[in-house]
């Protein structure tokens, strides 16, 4: 049995249903793993935690509570700033602590189980989590790192698989597995300042293309992964907190984007309590197509979706929100769409992004010809919108937008050797066809 989620309500006892395939037509799709919002998955490491969580994993260990503001802001500093990896490192903690942490907890990462490298420069990696039990060999996600000259883009991951059906999506294919908890959605970025050699005194990875601006290769944060986060809205809210902390991971919040489908009742939320940037994965501009290409529209229709959007907290032209709107041919591309967007979007401070679709194997859907995106684009950019057609990165290790999913749901056992060998996807996907 697992539990249903509550999302508006947060109902901890809210009643069980039982996990399934995924139902035609559905909307959404049940965690077959519930986790507690903000509950360490296995083993006790201290990274990814809250300050709160700190203090409370000191205080089981017997440091005094007139000591644990103290002592939390030395963790503080060297796991968020100087990306220690052992107790040992902690040159202005006691030696008796030192000990102490040690034989309690930990600073491992979740394991790096492969890494893909595109040839624009891309990287891709399958992250496996702690397992939170004896039936749980862990979770696995993918979390994407898009280098620029002038910046680099986290891609993160909220959920193991996703809650929601969007039909373009790869993502939306496979079951829903749980949420992340706060400390596995922030060691995310943890893992990725690792392996880019992006700490005070490290050195880039050997052949990594990184931003030679002189500033950090991670500079800004995109929930765009798996999972919708706004259906694990607590852990999100938590892990921004961690990530945007001035003494540790110093992220700016106005570099920090979530990205949601359109769960109407926890956008209010993200922008009081996260007080992130936010994007809205829209694709349609009509309730009957966006029905099919987004569900979640049958229970939040378009109409509420674009007033929670004029009431975000904080919006204004400085900070304007991005519309998400993936080109697929003949589907959404015309003209008409085009102009039909515009008028939606009147009076709100608008960004649109227009996406290339993605392909993926196993697609109904096409992606619309590169004249059709541009003159949907000039439309756009001549009613006043920024309309940039982002240009797709990492779709030859299957790292572009809506391509995500998780490596335990699409490879068989021969392809997850190859994978883990440094086989590109096309060869991994060729061989899995081959099988078949």
Known sequence: MSQALDIARRNPNAPAVEAGAIADGAIEKVAERPL????????????????????????????????QRMRVQQLWHWIYFRGANAFSEMTNVG??????????????????????????????????????????????????????TDRGTLCVSSQVGCTLTCSFCHTGTQKLVRNLTSAEIVAQLVVARDRLGDWPHASPAEGAFVPSDGGRFVTNIVFMGMGEPLYNTDNVVAAIGVMSDNEGLGLSRRRITVSTSGVVPQIERLGQEANSMLAISLHAVRDELRNELVPLNKKYPIAQLIEACRTYPGVSNARRITFEYVMLDGVNDS????????????????????????????????????????????????????SPVRTPRGRDILAACGQLKSETEKLRARARMMAESGIGAEGVYAAAAADD
């Open 335 to 386: 003209d008409a769409d085009a102009r039909a967007l515009v008028r939606l979007l009147e009076g709100v401070p608008a960004k649109i992004n227009l996406i290339p679709f993605n392909p993926w194997p196993g697609t109904k859907y096409s992606c619309s010809s590169w004249e059709r995106i541009e003159r949907f684009s000039e439309i756009v950019f001549r009613a006043g919108y920024a």
């Open 95 to 148: 030696k008796g602590l030192r000990a102490a942490l040690a034989e309690a907890y930990t600073l491992a990462r979740p394991e790096v189980v492969s890494e893909q490298v595109s040839k624009d420069g891309t990287r891709k990696w399958l992250i496996r989590m702690p397992s939170t039990g004896p039936l749980d060999r862990g979770a696995e996600i993918e979390c994407v790192y898009i280098p620029e």
């Open 36 to 67: 507690a919002p903000g509950a360490l998955a296995g083993q006790p490491s201290l990274v990814g935690l809250t300050r709160a969580e700190l203090a409370e994993r000191l205080g089981a260990i017997g440091v005094p509570e007139r000591e």
